[in-house]
């Protein structure tokens, strides 16, 4: 496939970064994911923005403005020949001369953007739901960032999968937080309900289109300052929403039934929604 390396379109397995660069050293990097449905990116503005404001949080300097964002990805996407992708956009501060924990402020950082498939998900998925373990978080307190430091994100993703589940659900302080790649969120009492945003939890582009919906469809809903874990365990329905998988929903939490155990009918009508905008 076809990946785009600091201004170049090459070949993914020519594409090479150095062992210098502070993104390979230090995670000193950030990313984005974008979801693109027969060729067109979904949330593509969204991404953009956030990508900016990530940079922006680590003073990395902007290596183009929207406007170049949307073109290369518009070529590279071409150049893969469209259809349904998910285009990974990686910004390093850059490759200074030594490695150095003291940061080098003039550097150019490093471009990387490379396409992979988006297979369609598990029926099963959708009509059973998944599994989900909860766990104690143990990321840095700067999640807000959407940065490569994600080891503390696949150990857990790792545990729930030894656990048999599909995705780890965090915990912090009795708080529900996120998964370790998607947002969370429940139905209780009847209400739509997902953490307030805060430094703990990256901002989902997901996450938030799916609370336009939620206010379109007039579905009652909330962004508690605290979910407790408690309260999560007495929800009558759990999902995870994510770029990738757009909203799965949870039918099984720490070897416990979710509800009765089945995707419920809030998941169905926004799942309906979603896809409807997903197609368009
Ligand atoms: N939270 C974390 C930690 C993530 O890594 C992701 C995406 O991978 C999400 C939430 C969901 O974000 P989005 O809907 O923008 O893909």
Redesign the pocket.
């Known amino acids: 496939s076809t990946a785009f390396l600091n201004g170049e379109f090459l070949a993914l397995e020519d594409a090479k970064v150095s062992v210098l660069d502070r993104g390979f050293l230090f995670s000193d990097s950030v990313y984005e994911?974008i979801p693109y449905y027969d060729g067109r990116g979904f949330g593509l503005d969204a991404h953009l923005q956030r990508l900016a404001r990530s940079l922006d949080m680590l003073g990395i300097a902007h290596p183009c403005d929207m406007d170049g964002w949307r073109r290369i990805l518009a070529e590279l996407v071409e150049a893969n020949g469209g259809g349904d992708l998910a285009v990974y956009l990686q910004i390093t501060r850059g490759v200074p001369e030594r490695r150095d924990h003291r940061i080098t402020h003039d550097l150019t950082p490093t471009v990387v953007a490379f396409c992979q498939d988006r297979p369609p998900h598990d029926p099963a998925a959708l009509t059973d739901g998944i599994a989900a373990v909860t766990q104690e978080d143990t990321r840095w307190h700067y999640?807000t960032i959407k940065s490569t430091s994600l080891l503390a994100?696949v150990l857990a993703a790792d545990a729930a999968r030894a656990q048999g589940a599909n995705e780890a659900i965090m915990v912090r302080d009795g708080a529900v937080l996120?998964?370790?790649?998607?947002?969370v969120f429940a139905v209780i009492d009847g209400q739509l309900v997902t953490p307030a945003l805060r430094d703990t939890i990256?901002p989902?582009?997901?996450?938030g289109v799916v609370l336009d919906l939620a206010a379109r469809d007039g579905v009652d809903h909330a962004e508690p300052e605290t979910l407790t874990l408690d309260a999560l365990r007495g929800a009558s329905e759990i999902w995870v929403?994510?770029?990738i998988r757009e909203i799965f929903p949870v039918t099984r939490l720490d070897g416990a039934p979710v509800g009765d155990g089945k995707p419920g009918p809030v998941w169905t009508q926004m799942q309906e929604r979603l896809q409807a905008m997903t197609d368009e």
């Open positions: 994911v999640c994100n996120e998964g370790t790649s998607s947002n990256l989902g582009i997901t996450r929403t994510s770029s």
